[in-house]
């Protein structure tokens, strides 16, 4: 079955960076597109970031476009998420989520359990 | 600024029926924008309902629907039972990569 484990997650002052990691199984990972989505506390869901299934294709939320990098390692069906220059506002739980295709008009289906970033000095 | 609506908060009787709906601050929502539902219950992620304005997700009772309504995407629940009291979420597809989600439905069932 389709599995996604985030980690990475922990406590960073503002203007540090954070590398949050995602490791898919249960599925073709190179076939699918992948999303970042975060949640920041007793908030809604805030979509963060997509990458299609080669990696050619990379976008962002306004709220974290120039400050945080998307990227894929196929060898290791792993997700990243390069967060650079954190704002307390970026304070969530991420959580990495399987497209339910390969491009960019393809939904997050599949999610993981999220792990939470908190930042604070 | 693109803007998804949703209700803050609803409440089904048990055995109800109840319809939450996803709207655009400007404009009206169509297939087009591949609206899709999400179930969040407290401390758990996300789960998904309902895709592409009507598809159910493999294993979604189908007491729950999607559709358009109006100039909105809609989740109905028909039916409702105690375990569906959790929050509510759509997604909208505004093309070039990017997505936007409503600020979620809180469902009471009492």
């Known amino acids: 079955q389709v599995k996604l484990v985030e980690s990475g997650g922990g406590a960073v002052q503002p203007g540090r960076s954070l590398r949050l990691s995602c490791t898919a199984s249960?599925?073709?990972?190179?076939?699918?597109?992948m999303h970042w989505v975060r949640q920041a506390p007793g908030k809604g869901l805030e979509w963060v970031a997509l990458i299609s299934d080669d990696g050619s294709n990379k976008h962002y939320a306004d709220s974290v476009k120039g400050r945080f990098t998307i990227s894929r390692d196929t060898s290791k069906s792993s997700l990243f998420l390069q967060m650079n220059s954190v704002r307390p506002e970026d304070t969530a739980v991420f959580y990495c989520a399987r497209g339910a295709s390969y491009g960019s008009g393809s939904h997050p289906d599949y999610w993981g359990q999220g792990t939470l970033v908190t930042v604070s000095s | 600024q693109t803007v998804v609506t949703q209700e803050p908060s609803l409440s089904v009787s048990p055995g109800g029926t109840v319809t939450l709906t996803c709207g655009l601050n400007?404009?009206?929502?169509?297939?087009?924008?591949?609206p899709t539902w999400y179930q969040q219950a407290p401390g758990q992620a996300p789960r998904t309902l309902i895709s592409?304005?009507?598809t159910r997700s493999s294993g979604v009772p189908d007491r729950f629907s999607g559709s358009i309504l109006g100039n909105k995407a809609a989740l109905t629940i028909t039916g409702a039972q105690a375990d569906d009291e959790s929050d509510y979420y759509c997604?909208?597809?505004?093309?070039?990569?990017?997505?936007?989600f409503g600020g979620g439905t809180t469902l009471t069932v009492l």
């Open positions: 997604v909208l597809y505004m093309g070039g990569g990017s997505w936007v």
């Open positions: 592409s304005t009507n």
């Open positions: 400007s404009g009206s929502v169509s297939p087009t924008y591949y």
């Open positions: 249960g599925f073709t990972f190179r076939s699918y597109a």
